[in-house]
């Protein structure tokens, strides 16, 4: 890749890096989001399978979050309200990839991955109330801590609507059951968040 290339690439990555950390700084509408406002395609294919993969995974995730704080309402797949895999499903819809509706059945959409493994953007499934050995929850992995086996996911709690929890707290640590990736490398979706300079 030539070095004007290269320039080019770093200079879109780290505008977009700087969009994905600031933008919920300056969000009014949370719970209410606008994503047709921010999906603009690259105008140069100069992205590689790897990098493609990473800025569709960051585009979703950042989507994902702007619906923090609606209410959980079950069989909701909705803006007015969601319930755990209606949220995952209606994430990934959004980008091109299309999730069962169930969450036990979600895990047979994508590749399977070791707990050690985890990236942003997998989906984590967890038993239910009664801690069967049955999925009974779904979530979207959003950061993996150093360790590679704890990590931080979003997902639409019953309690709480849309958060953002963690492994290690004992509902979630004690529930887990497996993970799976639906964004591969080579099979990315058909939409992807970016930042130019006249939404700044």
Same mark, same amino acid.
């Given at each position: 890749?030539?070095?004007? $290339?290269?320039?080019?690439?770093?200079?879109?990555?780290?505008?977009?890096?700087?969009?994905?950390?600031?933008?919920?700084?300056?969000?009014?509408?949370?719970?209410?989001?606008?994503?047709?406002?921010?999906?603009?395609?690259?105008?140069? +294919?100069?992205?590689?399978?790897?990098? $493609?993969?990473?800025?569709?995974?960051?585009?979703?995730?950042?989507?994902?979050?702007?619906?923090?704080?609606? +209410?959980?309402?079950?069989?909701?797949?909705?803006?007015?309200?969601?319930?755990?895999?209606?949220?995952?499903?209606?994430?990934?819809? $959004?980008?091109?990839?299309?999730?069962? @509706? @169930?969450?036990?059945?979600?895990?047979?959409?994508?590749?399977?991955?070791?707990?050690?493994?985890?990236?942003?953007?997998?989906?984590?499934?967890?038993?239910?109330?009664?801690?069967? +050995?049955?999925?009974?929850?779904?979530?979207?992995?959003?950061?993996?801590?150093?360790?590679?086996?704890?990590?931080?996911?979003?997902?639409?709690?019953?309690?709480?609507?849309?958060?953002?929890?963690?492994?290690? $707290?004992?509902?979630?640590?004690?529930?887990?059951?497996?993970?799976?990736?639906?964004?591969?490398?080579?099979?990315?979706?058909?939409?992807?968040?970016?930042?130019?300079?006249?939404?700044?």
């Amino acid at each position: 890749m030539q070095i004007k $290339e290269q320039m080019k690439l770093f200079t879109k990555l780290f505008i977009y890096t700087f969009f994905i950390f600031t933008t919920p700084l300056f969000s009014t509408q949370a719970g209410n989001p606008n994503p047709d406002k921010y999906i603009i395609p690259f105008d140069q +294919p100069a992205l590689n399978d790897a990098a $493609e993969t990473e800025l569709q995974v960051n585009s979703l995730l950042a989507y994902a979050r702007r619906f923090r704080g609606v +209410p959980y309402r079950y069989g909701g797949m909705s803006p007015k309200g969601f319930d755990c895999s209606g949220f995952t499903s209606y994430v990934f819809k $959004e980008f091109g990839y299309q999730l069962a @509706r @169930r969450g036990s059945h979600q895990f047979h959409n994508g590749e399977r991955v070791k707990r050690s493994e985890l990236q942003p953007g997998d989906l984590v499934f967890f038993g239910g109330r009664g801690n069967g +050995p049955g999925i009974g929850h779904v979530g979207i992995v959003t950061a993996v801590d150093g360790n590679g086996s704890d990590f931080t996911f979003i997902h639409a709690s019953s309690h709480r609507g849309i958060t953002e929890s963690h492994s290690t $707290e004992s509902y979630y640590r004690a529930r887990y059951r497996n993970a799976c990736r639906i964004i591969n490398k080579g099979t990315v979706g058909n939409k992807v968040e970016e930042l130019t300079a006249e939404n700044l």
